[in-house]
């Protein structure tokens, strides 16, 4: 919504209506020693054509890195009416909708949020929505234990192959709750998580609930029908955390093995939302009707008026602002309004061909860049298997050294596993989405061989 600026005509008439003679004397209830003063640091205001040009000048300082991160956050393309529109003003200031005779337009966002969120996962409700993908996660493991009641305890089981950061956050939230966090290992060789390793985990309790990651933190493809088979064969809810974007070509979480997983989660940021120096971003969560009843957040139900005209409102919304607090199912659980606006309008400009255009574009680019990379003498992939738009390498020299190294050259290099897998020595995680162009990624592969070649020094 455009400002407009009050002229003093205007700030005299309101301060007459309202009985002031001066702005000051609105804040006369502040002591005289507790006021700033004049801000004399601050310099006087520039016109704008000489701020334009301090800020081109600032955006030329800190450069235009070419970004193979990757590791959770995705640099994507973002259609230019994705953020237009989010940014009007019926949505950019919009907050929850509680009443639902004055916020149809954003009830029926998030209703059309929470149906594209079901047809990418084939699953069969969608909440709307949570913080990020990690607290998504924490809030699927607390619903997936609350829900199977045929559990003997509250272990859960989660693959040490999923992101780290998710990892953390998870126990900072479930464990003080009295959950058991079992972490399976994985396959060196592969980068995945066989289900015939697991069966050593189970113990006498069982698990209430198995987290399969696809892709996993390391960009590789997992056996999720065989693992979903193996956790629901011992009694333990399936919780799919899933790239958005991937599930354009991987198969969704609802047809895992024989009966589909339970509940599917996962980060909304690749769709629309820029990296934003780490956020903000939102989660979603989705599950079948049957558990519809844990979910935290609210559910945006579709219905008719009395006059047969369609309408939308809060359909099921057990949080604590809701009902007493000890029956609520989350008392963290927010919506992510204009992150899942944006996400929304995302989706529906790409469409589902779209969708697929991109992850097809983001898999062949990381192909690209593997073999760019790996064409370098010491340069090998670290697991031999199938991968959606990350690489995990091993290189012959010190990772850090590389990165720091990279990015005196604008390039942003990638992710060191070393950070929180100690035990694969010098690896590191390249991805290149649908932006990265051919001539990023020979950039790349040339300087990182020169850098390389002469040990890996810092610039």
């Known amino acids: 919504m455009p400002f407009v600026p ?3 005509a205007d ?3 309101m301060l007459g209506t309202i009985g002031v003679g001066a702005i000051d004397d ?58 237009q529109i989010a940014a009007r003003g019926e949505f950019y200031s919009a907050y929850t909708p509680y009443q639902a005779e004055a916020s149809q337009g954003t009830l029926q966002l998030l209703y059309e949020f929470q149906s594209m969120m079901t047809a990418l996962t084939a699953m069969e409700v969608s909440n709307a929505s949570l913080y990020d993908g990690a607290s998504a996660l924490a809030e699927a493991v607390l619903m997936a234990v609350r829900a199977n009641r045929k559990a003997k305890s509250s272990r ?39 289900a015939a390793t697991l069966d050593g985990l189970v113990g006498d309790a069982g698990f209430a609930a198995v987290v399969i990651n696809q892709p996993n933190f390391f960009g590789v493809i997992e056996d999720a029908d065989d693992l979903t088979d193996w956790a629901q064969a011992h009694g333990a809810l399936v919780i799919g955390v899933v790239n958005p974007t991937a599930l354009a070509l991987l198969k969704p979480p609802g047809e ?14 690749p769709l629309g939302i820029p990296l934003s120096s780490g956020g903000p971003y939102a989660g979603f969560l989705c599950c079948k009707k049957d558990l519809v009843r844990q979910m935290p957040g609210r559910i945006i139900g579709r219905t008719l008026d009395l006059d047969g005209k369609p309408g939308f409102t ?6 604590e602002q809701h009902i007493r607090r000890g029956k609520a199912t989350s008392n963290i659980c927010t919506n992510q309004g ?9 989706l529906a400009i790409l469409g589902a061909a779209g969708l697929e255009r991109v992850a097809a574009a983001c898999h062949a680019n990381t192909r690209q860049l593997a073999a760019l990379l790996c064409a370098i003498p010491g340069v090998e992939p670290l697991f031999d298997r199938p991968v959606f738009h990350e690489q995990a390498l091993r290189l012959p020299a010190p990772v850090a050294d590389v990165l720091r190294s990279l990015a005196a050259e604008d390039i942003l290099g990638g992710f060191d596993l070393g950070q929180d897998y100690p035990e694969l020595g010098s690896a590191l995680l390249v991805c290149a989405t649908e932006v990265r162009t051919a001539q990023e990624m020979e950039r790349y592969a040339a300087r990182l061989a020169q850098i390389i070649a002469a040990g890996a020094r810092p610039s």
Do not use: N
């Open 6 to 8: 009050h002229t003093d």
């Open 11 to 13: 700030i005299a008439a």
């Open 26 to 83: 609105l804040f006369d209830e502040i002591p005289a020693e507790l006021r700033i003063g004049e801000l004399a640091a601050i310099p006087t205001g520039l016109a704008e054509m000489d701020i334009a040009r301090l800020m081109q000048g600032r955006a030329r300082a800190d450069g235009e890195a070419a970004c193979f991160i990757g590791a959770g956050a995705y640099d994507h393309h973002i259609p230019a009416a994705v953020w």
């Open 156 to 194: 859960v089981l989660v693959p040490r192959a999923l992101h780290p950061a998710y990892r953390r956050a998870l126990r900072g939230i479930v464990e003080p709750q009295g959950i058991e966090i079992v972490e399976a290992p994985f396959d060196r060789h592969g980068g995945h998580t066989p």
């Open 256 to 269: 895992w093995g024989a009966k589909g997983a339970d509940i599917a989660c996962g980060e909304v940021q």
């Open 314 to 319: 809060l359909t099921l919304q057990a949080r």
């Open 338 to 346: 204009l992150l899942v606006t944006a996400a929304t309008i995302h």
